[in-house]
T-cell receptor, first 117, second 112 residues
Framework: DAGVIQSPRHEVTEMGQEVTLRCKPI?????LFWYRQTMMRGLELLIY????????DSGMPEDRFSAKMPNASFSTLKIQPSEPRDSAVYFC???????????????FGPGTRLTVT | QQPVQSPQAVILREGEDAVINCSSS?????VHWYRQKHGEAPIFLMI?????EQKGHDKISASFNEKKQQSSLYLTASQLSYSGTYFC?????????????FGQGTRLTINP
């Protein structure tokens, strides 16, 4: 069974360019999470979706960041325009939530290492 | 609010035991433990929900205190494969299901 799939695995771009990160959650999972990991700030939740609907985007740093989940098997995280401080590893994770307040483990993808020069 | 993990780093010889702590200033709804090896994704270890709960598998176990403000991860008779950074992810009551705030991590190095 394939796990969470992320692409690209590495991205190097110049400041000001648009960056799009992609994620395919585990089949059957209905919750999807975008995290950012840096040495300084650790692992931070940016946004999460439940049944394709954004539930909490309070972790999105600013308007330059946007995320979409057009269907149950695909999500994107877009940064436009990108800045050097956006350099980080971006993880996508998915889980299955049957009822609100039920707790299920999150499965992380391999991550996308983003470098903005 | 980010939970506080201690210690920040620990170095052990194979076969020794380790304890990693995760503390919050507020009562928690749940605590999730993950291990991450360098350059890889975090891997789920276990979830604790109830005050006073203890659970574990193999030689890795965890506890959640009665007040639900502290959790500890226990690694006994450590193996080389246990090396990595351990994170606790915490959910604060009322913040929304599955919204986890992670600690800064504890780097565990196991030497032969």
């Amino acid at each position: 069974d394939a796990g969470v799939i992320q692409s690209p695995r590495h991205e190097v771009t110049e400041m000001g360019q648009e960056v799009t990160l992609r994620c395919k959650p585990i089949s059957g999972h209905n919750s999807l999470f975008w995290y950012r990991q840096t040495m300084m700030r650790g692992l931070e939740l940016l946004i999460y979706f439940n049944n394709n609907v954004p539930i909490d985007d309070s972790g999105m740093p600013e308007d330059r960041f946007s995320a979409k989940m057009p269907n149950a098997s695909f999500s994107t995280l877009k940064i436009q325009p990108s800045e050097p401080r956006d350099s980080a590893v971006y993880f996508c994770a998915s889980s299955f939530m049957l009822r609100d307040r039920e707790i299920y483990e999150q499965y992380f993808g391999p991550g996308t290492r983003l470098t903005v020069t | 609010q980010q939970p506080v993990q201690s210690p920040q780093a620990v170095i052990l010889r194979e076969g020794e035991d380790a304890v990693i702590n995760c503390s919050s200033s507020k009562a928690l709804y749940s605590v999730h433990w993950y291990r991450q090896k360098h350059g890889e994704a975090p891997i789920f270890l276990m979830i604790l929900l109830k005050g006073g709960e203890q659970k574990g598998h193999d030689k890795i176990s965890a506890s959640f205190n009665e007040k639900k403000q502290q959790s500890s991860l226990y690694l006994t008779a450590s193996q080389l494969s246990y090396s990595g950074t351990y994170f606790c992810g915490t959910e604060i009551n009322g913040q929304g299901a599955q919204k986890l705030v992670f600690g800064q991590g504890t780097r565990l190095t196991i030497n032969p």
